[in-house]
């Protein structure tokens, strides 16, 4: 089999920004040759949380923020020169505020389409094997993926493999089991809607469990689209918080600030990140804050009674029937019970960020543990290796824990973070080429 120089498992807003950075250095340099790069989805699309784009909502970050310009402004890949190609240039400067979710889905969409070597999509990577050579050193890896659509495997190999498959969504342990056609997570919201549709009757019963963003967008979307709908917010404190919107604290969003995390050691790194996740976890930003209390107060002022604000309350069981869910909840501090009907229950409880992807459990024994059993992780975000393994293991969007909250899921560090992992993508290369050229000539 031919043995490609990088696969890049994931082909979302990280995996994306990753080949914005090839192609550009690849446009720059066209006397060197390209890299031979395969990209690997494992969604028919590159479509960014398709099935949370809700009328109204918007991003958090800034527009210039983006895939490309703060890596480099003169990029074909940027948010600017989306808009010069889809003709919306002068009207987006009129609008003032964040891009809509619609807007910004629609560019990551054309982002993607924009690179030469198209991803491979329906491709669900399942593992990556080392290839050991006859001397006993690992410079190839197999990757294999598998097509949802009829369960074939295909393989790849290569020298070096960047993993770009984001956060998992999280599902709490009381609610896994029930998790079906009632209880669902909010990032299939609405394909979940569009299947309920027909069982739910005049006046649906929806039941929220959290309090951060997506929670808030959801409520209002509900309670915009049916209006004879009875809506349950559960949270387990006093209400709806606001993000942390202070600029100095938010320069935790800044490429200086990761260089300062990254120099953190274990016990101060984990105090740093809870200290820095109020800027991003389990609030709202101030317009949905806004709405949210607008919506709760006409209520209460109409007397509808059709939006109830469960505050102080978890939920301590669950019991789902053909006609609906029933949550037997418990008020955190007085211990007092109580009972909810719903027709459906929607879980904005956020997403969990794998430490060790499952795909790379057959190359643990060639990877570098610290004490505490976690990944040695190089500032690049590359894994590092044994002394019998050449392969590059880069850990694109994986890495919070040891990089800090800009080097996840926020598009703020996106492009940067791209460009620190193809640079030292590129050096790993010329080393695995070096090699193998004193390996020829011995």
């Avoid at 040891?402 to 193809?422: C, E, L, N, P, Y």
Wanted: hydrophobic letters at 40%; one cysteine or more.
């Amino acid at each position: 089999m031919h043995i490609h120089d990088v696969v890049v498992a994931g082909f979302g807003p990280s995996g994306i920004s990753l080949a914005a950075a090839i192609e550009d250095h690849d446009d720059a340099h066209q006397g060197t040759g390209p890299l031979d790069a395969v990209y690997l989805e494992r969604s028919a699309t590159s479509a960014w949380q398709p099935n949370q784009v809700l009328p109204g909502t918007d991003i958090q970050h800034h527009f210039l923020r983006d895939l490309a310009t703060p890596r480099d402004p003169r990029s074909r890949f940027s948010f600017t020169n989306f808009l010069m190609q889809s003709g919306r240039f002068y009207p987006f400067t009129l609008l003032g505020g964040y891009v809509s979710r619609l807007e910004w889905s629609e560019y990551v969409q054309w982002a993607a389409a924009q690179v030469r070597r198209q991803a491979e999509y329906h491709r669900e990577v399942l593992r990556v094997e080392p290839v050991t050579d006859a001397d006993g050193t690992v410079r190839t890896a197999r990757v294999i993926s598998r097509d949802p659509r009829d369960g074939t495997t295909h393989e790849h190999l290569s020298r070096n493999v960047v993993l770009a498959t984001g956060h998992v969504p999280y599902v709490p342990e009381s609610f896994q089991k029930h998790v079906g056609e009632r209880v669902f997570h909010a990032s299939e919201f609405l394909p979940r809607m569009t299947a309920l549709r027909e069982n739910l009757g005049r006046a649906p019963r929806f039941a929220i469990i959290g309090a951060g963003q997506t929670a808030g967008e959801i409520i209002l979307y509900l309670a915009n689209a049916h209006p004879d709908a009875r809506i349950h917010s559960l949270v387990r404190h006093g209400g709806f918080k606001m993000y942390e919107l202070g600029h100095f604290s938010n320069e935790a969003y800044f490429p200086a600030e990761t260089d300062y995390f990254y120099g953190l050691e274990g016990d101060a790194r984990e105090r740093a990140l809870a200290h820095a996740r109020a800027t991003n976890y389990s609030a709202v930003d101030p317009d949905v804050s806004t709405a949210l209390y607008q919506a709760a107060y006409q209520d209460r002022l109409s007397g509808t009674n059709r939006l109830h604000m469960h505050r102080r309350v978890e939920v301590t069981d669950l019991a789902v029937s053909e006609s609906g869910v029933r949550l037997t909840t418990s008020e955190v501090y007085t211990e007092e019970a109580g009972a909810i009907e719903a027709d459906a229950v929607i879980l904005c409880t956020g997403y969990t960020e794998p430490q060790f992807p499952t795909a790379l459990e057959p190359f643990a024994p060639h990877l570098s543990h610290d004490a505490d059993g976690l990944l040695n992780v190089t500032r690049a975000y590359r894994a590092e290796n044994s002394d019998r393994c050449t392969v590059g293991i880069y850990l694109d969007g994986m890495t919070e824990w040891r990089h800090g909250i800009a080097s996840a899921t926020s598009f703020s560090q996106m492009a940067t973070k791209a460009d620190t992992v193809h640079r030292d993508l590129r050096a790993t290369i010329a080393r695995q080429q070096q090699a193998a050229s004193a390996a020829l000539v011995v």
